[in-house]
């Protein structure tokens, strides 16, 4: 059975496509076959985030035409085998994507038996963003504990409750996850950032991981190595945990608590 | 975080932004789901009850409430104190 993930937040810049990538590595890292769909229309980088920008020659856009296969336009990642990427068109045409188009490659990656296709959605609430979570049965909502990430949060569960395959045909609905990224321990200590139970409360929604503020998130994108890889970082362990728990697995959060720091660093400050 | 700060009370920040958030997606779930005339309705109330009296924007709430078999359309105006004020 294939299950469809969007990966979504309405704000930009809070962390989708390094979710994307990160989460569809730890799947495949466990052996599933995934396809990773970048949704952004006109501004592709989940190609970068990946590391296959040099391979990318047809995309979604070319799969929708009819200018070849989805095999031909599907990037075989090469250090997971049974990861795939399909890059996003750098067209401006808006309306390059269309619902049947859509609808038809997520039929033929089904018919292909890939466990988890994750479509990494743009930004904002318009139609890329529609398109990216209209066929999903699961939805990863990515927050930064900041308060326009979160009322925006909050309008695009909305839309997965009203605007989506699932809710339009009363399917049960899209399961909802909340992801926190940027989670600064120090700074919730503080009081200066909102807490994970503060978020949670807000949004009434269930959490599957809390990714720690981390320079290892910017090196992970310089190199194109999805942070998940980086076997010494904390947010690589965090989004582990949260690939985990997508599994069904149990797991409690960590890294919500600032590493101890000794007494001569707490009262002088560092 | 150095000495002096230990001194130093602050205003909790995170608090403010987890009650201000509260409200604000308390009112926005509100309104979805209403129709769309909903804002263009309570916008042109809002003139009309201008005309009369000089009240503040946030002073007009319009509620959707839906209850089994009907909906009631919930306006409610917080006049100011003074009339013209």
Same mark, same amino acid.
């Given at each position: 059975?294939?299950?469809?993930?969007?990966?979504?937040?309405?704000?930009?810049?809070?962390?989708?496509?390094?979710?994307?990538?990160?989460?569809?590595?730890?799947?495949?890292?466990?052996?599933?076959?995934?396809?990773?769909?970048?949704?952004?229309?006109?501004?592709?980088?989940?190609?970068?985030?990946?590391?296959?920008?040099?391979?990318?020659?047809?995309?979604?856009?070319?799969?929708?035409?009819?200018?070849?296969?989805?095999?031909?336009?599907?990037?075989?990642?090469?250090?997971? %085998?049974?990861?795939? =990427? *399909? +890059? #996003? !068109?750098?067209?401006?045409?808006?309306?390059? $994507?269309? /619902?049947?188009?859509?609808?038809?490659?997520?039929?033929?990656?089904?018919?292909?038996?890939?466990?988890?296709?994750?479509?990494?959605?743009?930004?904002?609430?318009?139609?890329?963003?529609?398109?990216?979570?209209?066929?999903?049965?699961?939805?990863?909502?990515?927050?930064?504990?900041?308060?326009?990430?979160?009322?925006?949060?909050?309008?695009?569960?909305?839309?997965?409750?009203?605007?989506?395959?699932?809710?339009?045909?009363?399917?049960?609905?899209?399961?909802?996850?909340?992801?926190?990224?940027?989670?600064?321990?120090?700074?919730?200590?503080?009081?200066?950032?909102?807490?994970?139970?503060?978020?949670?409360?807000?949004?009434?929604?269930?959490?599957?991981?809390?990714?720690? %503020?981390?320079?290892? =998130? *910017? +090196? #992970? !994108?310089?190199?194109?190595?999805?942070?998940? $890889?980086? /076997?010494?970082?904390?947010?690589?362990?965090?989004?582990?945990?949260?690939?985990?728990?997508?599994?069904?697995?149990?797991?409690?959060?960590?890294?919500?608590?600032?590493?101890?720091?000794?007494?001569?660093?707490?009262?002088?400050?560092? | 975080?150095?000495?002096?700060?230990?001194?130093?009370?602050?205003?909790?920040?995170?608090?403010?932004?987890?009650?201000?958030?509260?409200?604000?997606?308390?009112?926005?779930?509100?309104?979805?789901?209403?129709?769309?005339?909903?804002?263009?309705?309570?916008?042109?109330?809002?003139?009309?009850?201008?005309?009369?009296?000089?009240?503040?924007?946030?002073?007009?709430?319009?509620?959707?409430?839906?209850?089994?078999?009907?909906?009631?359309?919930?306006?409610?105006?917080?006049?100011?104190?003074?009339?013209?004020?």
């Amino acid at each position: 059975m294939t299950e469809i993930i969007v990966v979504t937040s309405g704000k930009g810049g809070v962390g989708k496509t390094t979710t994307s990538a990160s989460m569809a590595c730890g799947l495949a890292r466990r052996g599933k076959r995934v396809a990773v769909i970048d949704f952004d229309i006109g501004l592709r980088n989940l190609d970068l985030i990946m590391g296959c920008e040099r391979r990318v020659v047809y995309d979604f856009v070319n799969v929708i035409n009819g200018d070849c296969t989805l095999k031909q336009a599907l990037i075989k990642d090469k250090r997971l %085998e049974t990861l795939h =990427v *399909l +890059a #996003a !068109s750098q067209t401006r045409d808006k309306d390059a $994507l269309t /619902e049947e188009g859509v609808r038809r490659v997520l039929d033929e990656l089904t018919a292909e038996q890939f466990d988890y296709i994750i479509c990494d959605s743009p930004a904002g609430i318009e139609k890329g963003a529609h398109l990216a979570m209209y066929f999903a049965d699961r939805a990863v909502v990515v927050v930064n504990p900041e308060v326009s990430s979160v009322r925006d949060s909050d309008r695009i569960l909305g839309l997965l409750a009203s605007k989506t395959h699932r809710s339009a045909n009363g399917n049960g609905g899209v399961k909802e996850h909340l992801l926190l990224t940027r989670y600064n321990p120090r700074r919730v200590a503080n009081g200066e950032m909102m807490s994970v139970g503060d978020v949670k409360e807000i949004l009434g929604l269930d959490v599957i991981g809390v990714v720690p %503020e981390s320079p290892d =998130v *910017l +090196a #992970a !994108s310089n190199a194109g190595v999805p942070v998940i $890889l980086n /076997e010494d970082s904390d947010a690589a362990a965090a989004y582990g945990d949260a690939v985990a728990r997508l599994l069904g697995e149990e797991l409690p959060l960590r890294f919500l608590e600032e590493p101890k720091r000794g007494f001569f660093a707490r009262m002088f400050g560092g | 975080m150095g000495l002096l700060a230990l001194f130093r009370s602050k205003p909790n920040s995170a608090s403010i932004a987890k009650e201000r958030l509260r409200i604000i997606v308390a009112q926005e779930r509100g309104g979805r789901g209403g129709p769309d005339y909903l804002p263009l309705l309570r916008r042109e109330l809002l003139q009309v009850i201008h005309k009369y009296v000089n009240v503040d924007p946030e002073a007009v709430q319009i509620n959707l409430e839906r209850e089994a078999g009907h909906e009631v359309l919930e306006l409610s105006v917080a006049l100011p104190e003074k009339p013209g004020a």
